[in-house]
């Protein structure tokens, strides 16, 4: 069942980036299908994708080697430089997906294309969405929501999780990872994540266990999270699919 909240006179505009650098098409593509799932629902009524733009003053301005770009000029505005033309060292090229992106978008707008697959709206190959086709319903549906009260008290009754490092190579493109692996009396549970959000979630897990005086709460965790500067919000992170499956393998809030 589709929730119209829009019946109740409230229309949300969303604001929608694409294109930071060493944004993979995966997130791309997966933030294309989040946001159809959210017109689709009814949650958003209005939306405009913007391709990222470089400054002279901006965080990954001052700093392009960090994000593996390379500015064509170094010449600095006497106020503010807009859409600086820069090189991206790992040959990604966010401007193929403007028209793709828009016109998807302007069909979901019209409460149209929500059963065309993304494939459709391009004249290249992309990936197919990693994340739940009915996520966001699900979200809407569960007694959970994104607003979990922050005093919950998080605890993982699972094993102890171990982690090994490996590099995953596709088409010229790498990406550091590590495999978790948690060793059950029945089973063994494996995932692969980002060495940062992967080390990260070893260290949290392990720091949930034990004890029943855990004063490890959601507001901890969330703070923890939001310090580290990963590029995926806490929110998301925290309904994906690796931990929506370990809520099923042990990890309770109470």
Not at 23 to 41: C, G, K, L, N, P
Not at 63 to 89: Q, W
Request: aromatic share 12%.
């Amino acid at each position: 069942m589709a929730h119209n909240f829009s019946k109740a006179g409230i229309l949300v505009h969303a604001y929608l980036m694409y294109g930071f650098p060493s944004q993979s098409t995966q997130e791309t593509i997966d933030s294309m299908e989040v946001v159809r799932q959210m017109f689709e629902v009814g949650i958003l009524q209005s939306g405009f994708w913007h391709q990222f733009a470089l400054t002279t003053h901006s965080p990954v301005g001052i700093h392009p080697e960090k994000f593996h770009i390379k500015k064509k000029s170094e010449m600095v505005g006497a106020f503010a430089n807009n859409d600086l033309d820069y090189i991206d060292e790992r040959g990604t090229a966010p401007e193929k997906f403007s028209h793709g992106l828009k016109v998807s978008l302007f069909n979901y707008m019209q409460s149209s294309g929500f059963d065309i697959p993304l494939q459709k709206w391009f004249d290249f190959k992309i990936p197919s969405p990693s994340v739940d086709k009915n996520f966001i319903q699900q979200i809407i549906e569960t007694n959970e929501t994104l607003l979990l009260p922050s005093n919950q008290k998080l605890y993982w009754l699972g094993n102890t999780p171990t982690g090994k490092e490996f590099t995953k190579s596709k088409k010229g493109n790498s990406w550091e990872m590590i495999e978790i692996t948690i060793q059950n009396v029945s089973e063994t549970i494996s995932f692969a994540l980002n060495q940062n959000q992967g080390h990260w979630l070893l260290k949290t897990l392990q720091g949930m266990q034990g004890s029943e005086q855990s004063s490890t709460t959601l507001q901890i965790i969330k703070q923890d999270y939001e310090q580290q500067n990963f590029e995926e919000d806490f929110d998301l992170f925290w309904y994906n699919k690796v931990l929506k499956y370990l809520k099923g393998k042990g990890l309770i809030a109470v």
